[in-house]
C-alpha cells in the first residue's frame, strides 16, 4: 500500500524568509510524486510533479520541490515565501503502476506573515 | 473547455435523503475520480472510472454510494440515505492517462455537502 506522511500539522514563515514543507512517502515501485495547494472552499491546484528525471523539480508560483530517493523524501520549497502563499499544502504519491491512483497527505497549513 | 466542473458548489440536506453530485470534466481526459475531503484531513479516494468502466472502489464507498459515468463522459454520485458522517467535501478530478499515466489530475472545486 502507498502512503504519504507531511509531518507538520502547521508551518510559520515570514514574508522573504525561505519555506520547507516536509513530504515522505511509501510506495512498492517507482514513486511519482506530486504537490497540490488548497485555498479556502476551493479545489485542489497542481503546483508540480517528479516523475522521472533531476531531482529538483520547478513548479508553479515559484515553488520547488526535491526528490530524495534514499529518504523517500519530496520536500517542497521557495526562496522566498509571500503572504498569499498561505494556503493548505498537499503532498500526494501514486505508483508507478498504470492502475494506480493518488494518495494525499493530510496536509499542511502554511502561515506567512507581513 | 475551461476545466474540471462540479454542480452544485453546496449542498444542505435532511439525513436520510438522497443526493446526487454532478462532474463534468475535462473533455479529452479518460480518466475521472472521485475523491471525499474531511476537515483537517487530506482527499481521500473514493473510486475511479476509465472511460465508461468503473475500474477501482475504496472500501471507503459504502452500499449507499454509487457512481456511473455514462457514455464516458460526465460522471454523477449518489449518496442514499445520507448520514451526518457524510458530510464532507466531494471532489472530482481528470486525467489524460495513457499507459503508466504520469499525470497529475486536475480538481474540481468541488461540491460541500452538509447533512442535518
Known amino acids: 500500500a502507498q502512503s504519504v506522511a507531511q509531518p507538520e500539522d502547521q508551518v510559520n514563515v515570514a514574508e522573504g524568509n525561505p519555506l520547507t514543507v516536509k513530504c515522505t512517502y511509501s510506495?512498492?515501485?517507482?514513486?511519482?510524486l506530486f504537490w497540490y495547494v488548497q485555498y479556502p472552499n476551493r479545489g485542489l491546484q497542481f503546483l508540480l510533479k517528479y516523475i522521472t528525471g533531476d531531482n529538483l523539480v520547478k513548479g508553479s508560483y515559484g515553488f520547488e520541490a526535491e526528490f530524495n530517493k534514499s529518504q523517500t523524501s519530496f520536500h517542497l520549497k521557495k526562496p522566498s515565501a509571500l503572504v498569499s502563499d498561505s494556503a493548505l499544502y498537499f503532498c500526494?504519491?501514486?505508483?508507478?503502476?498504470?492502475?494506480?491512483?493518488?494518495?494525499f497527505g493530510k496536509g499542511t497549513m502554511l502561515l506567512v506573515s507581513p | 473547455d475551461t476545466g474540471v466542473s462540479q454542480d452544485p458548489r453546496h449542498k444542505i440536506t435532511k439525513r436520510g435523503q438522497n443526493v446526487t453530485f454532478r462532474c463534468d470534466p475535462i473533455?479529452?481526459?479518460?480518466?475521472l475520480y472521485w475523491y471525499r475531503q474531511t476537515l483537517g484531513q487530506g482527499p481521500e479516494f473514493l473510486t475511479y472510472f476509465q472511460n465508461e468502466a468503473q475500474l477501482e472502489k475504496s472500501r471507503l464507498l459504502s452500499d449507499r454510494f454509487s457512481a456511473e459515468r455514462p457514455k464516458g463522459s460526465f460522471s454523477t454520485l449518489e449518496i442514499q440515505r445520507t448520514e451526518q458522517g457524510d458530510s464532507a467535501m466531494y471532489l472530482c478530478?481528470?486525467?489524460?492517462?495513457?499507459?503508466?499515466?504520469?499525470?497529475?489530475?486536475?480538481f474540481g472545486s468541488g461540491t460541500r455537502l452538509t447533512v442535518v
Open positions: 510506495v512498492s515501485g517507482n514513486p511519482y
Open positions: 478530478a481528470s486525467s489524460l492517462g495513457t499507459g503508466g499515466g504520469n499525470y497529475g489530475y486536475t
Open positions: 473533455s479529452e481526459h479518460n480518466r
Open positions: 500526494a504519491v501514486r505508483d508507478e503502476v498504470g492502475y494506480s491512483t493518488l494518495t
